[in-house]
């Protein structure tokens, strides 16, 4: 049974290349993390105070790029059934950040209004 | 030559994300920023399902279609209900990242040891960890919000609760690196399950002990969490996309949860650990008070002579539902002449920017929406201040009494202002439990009620021609 899955993995990783043949460059995955921390710090501390809780619902739509990973273990063909389920149930739950997240954020956005035309305080 | 085209798209996905932030910089370009996250979002949907070797369709679209199902209905919750919708979220970001984390434990454990490197085991005991104890610290936060019946409103201690808390994760980091040490040993399937419990249960255990008023700290704390869970996964995947998407969710939970630590004068620790607002409650019946209260028609007649108006909103405002009432009396007081400004204390609601977000709904002005710092300086030209559902963020013990648990926070100014009102829908103490010295002032007065129908009845009054 596990031979027969693993046979499988290895002509699979064929299409895929770089799969068991090279590990991963952990330096570079540490550098793009603290980089991206760090422009993430930048950008946010600039956001406006109004927008905190829009902010918020936004970030949760981003951080639900989780999906990617979701349907990576959902859909490879060689993957067997029980692990298929557990990404099934990860890529429901992220896509389901991804509408309500985006949605739920714009609906909110909506709703800040300038008066009138000009902008300035009455 | 597919490889480099996903990651070209990964690519533009990335920047897109952080152009989405930048786009929050402002009211008028925040919608632009969401289109652009949705873009990138479905760049990136769309170049990982179009890979070789991904083939399940099927499971793929049913999942994504149930997402949309639960997803949609998500979005429509009232805003009062936000933080909870918020707080399900960060659950529903913890479970992704959990679930991956331990399929790929078991792929490579059971049919590939060879590829279950100490980098990996690391990245994957991070992701299991932080993202189980998301899920359940996460509900748990959102059940406290809904007000759920069967569970504790007021925090939850215990004798040796912070030991046993710490003693737990501890447990869960020697599991964790003792698989890190031999991640295909004997015991590594024994090991991984204990620390999914353990996450599991330290998530329950850390939430327990927090009350209301911290909630805003605790979910952004948990937002962060959610984000790094992501993080973690692509270190497992060896994808730079989830990390840098990860990392940008991580950082502006970090720098809320700064934030609201900052305005309410606490570190984390104290926060997670500090059972706030259970203390003073034994102290606060030692002597008996009397408030002043007011009639809706002095109080409008008042009103009416008051040439600025300082409303201060807090989460009453929001339980009551009161901000569609609130904008009638801010557009009664506008017609007469009355300038009216908005307190927004950082810490005001159950999450970050909650009562900005309420009065946008109600069609308020944000440039009428001011903070705590900016307001401040105006409260001794205030005429009356309009204390509505809010009481820690103006209680002047923050300032004054060293014994009290908020002091040190940085409070609204509203007993500076001439004359004070305060709407409160009864006589107990607030969420924290702590008696607020404003009430007894001399030119406090108090408006007993609903703050919906208060607010109404002063809207209701002031438009009726002003006075009798």
């Known amino acids: 049974m596990s031979l027969l899955l693993l046979a499988d993995a290895t002509s699979a990783t064929e299409v895929v290349s770089k799969h068991s043949t090279s590990p991963p460059d952990y330096w570079s995955l540490l550098f ?29 739509a981003i951080s639900a790029i989780a999906v990617v990973g979701s349907i990576i273990v959902t859909g490879r063909e060689e993957y067997p059934l029980g692990i298929r389920i557990l990404g099934f149930v990860a890529l429901f739950a992220s896509m389901t950040n991804v509408v309500s997240g985006f949605l739920i954020t714009d609906r909110m956005l909506k709703m800040f209004k300038q008066p009138g035309g000009n902008g300035e305080a009455k | 030559m ?3 085209l996903v990651q070209l798209t990964y690519l533009v996905a990335t920047v897109l994300f952080v152009f989405s932030l930048q786009g929050m910089n402002d009211p008028k370009t925040a919608r632009r920023g969401v289109q652009a996250g949705i873009v990138a979002m479905f760049l990136a949907i769309a170049a990982t399902w179009a890979q070789p070797g991904i083939t399940h369709h099927i499971w793929i679209l049913v999942a994504i279609v149930a997402g949309i199902a639960v997803g949609v209905p998500l979005s429509k919750v009232p805003l009062t209900a936000v933080p909870q919708r918020t707080a399900i979220s960060h659950a529903f970001g ?15 454990s059971v049919y590939e040891p060879q590829e279950l490197s100490q980098f990996r085991m690391a990245a994957i005991v991070a992701e299991v960890l932080l993202g189980f104890l998301t899920v359940t610290g996460s509900l748990l936060a959102a059940g406290k919000l809904q007000e759920v019946k069967w569970l504790p409103q007021r925090p939850v201690t215990y004798p040796f609760q912070n030991v046993s808390n710490i003693g737990l994760l501890g447990l869960a980091l020697l599991f964790g690196v003792l698989l890190v040490l031999n991640p295909t040993g004997p015991a ?24 209301g008023a911290d909630m805003p700290t605790v979910i952004s704390i948990l937002n962060s969490y959610a984000g790094l869970s992501a993080v973690a996964m692509g270190f497992v995947l060896d994808n730079k996309l989830l990390i840098t998407a990860g ?13 609201m630590c900052r305005a309410m004068n606490r570190s984390f620790a104290n926060v997670l650990f500090g059972a706030f607002g259970q203390v003073q409650a034994v102290e ?17 007649q008042v009103l009416e002579q008051a040439s600025l108006v300082v409303i201060i909103p807090g989460y009453g405002l929001a339980v009551a539902q009161a901000q569609h009432r609130v904008r009638e009396l801010y ?15 950082p810490v005001a609601g159950r999450m970050p920017g909650h009562m900005n977000v309420l009065l946008a709904e109600a069609e308020i002005p944000y440039s009428d929406l001011i903070e705590m710092d900016e307001i401040n300086a105006d409260m001794p030209q205030c005429d009356v201040a309009l204390v509505i559902g809010a009481n820690d963020v103006v209680n002047p013990a923050a300032r004054s009494v060293k014994s009290s648990p908020i002091y040190g926070m940085p409070i609204i100014d509203a007993d500076k202002a001439k004359t004070v009102f305060a709407i409160k829908r009864s006589k107990n103490p607030g969420f924290a439990g702590i008696d607020n010295e404003l009430y007894f002032s001399d030119r406090t007065f108090m408006l007993f009620g609903d703050a919906k129908a208060v607010v109404g009845n002063l809207a209701k009054h002031l438009a009726g021609g002003g006075g009798h």
């Open chain 2, 331 to 345: 557009d009664q007081l506008t017609k007469a002449g009355i300038t009216v400004k908005f307190a927004i204390h």
């Open chain 2, 2 to 4: 597919t490889h480099h």
């Open chain 2, 94 to 108: 913890g479970l992704a990242a959990g679930l991956v984390g331990t399929a790929k434990f078991i792929l490579w």
């Open chain 2, 284 to 300: 606060a019946d030692s002597q008996v008070r009397h408030y002043k209260s007011e009639t809706i028609e002095g109080a409008a």
């Open chain 1, 32 to 60: 793009v993390f603290a980089m991206a921390t760090l422009l993430g710090l930048g950008v946010i501390v600039r956001v406006s105070r109004l927008l905190h809780t829009p902010l918020m619902s936004l970030t949760n």
């Open chain 2, 247 to 259: 990392a940008l969710d991580g950082a502006s939970g970090l720098i809320l949860s700064i934030m």
């Open chain 2, 188 to 211: 590594a399937g024994f090991l991984f399950a204990g620390v999914i419990l353990l996450a599991l249960a330290f998530g329950v255990l850390l939430i327990i002990p927090i009350g």
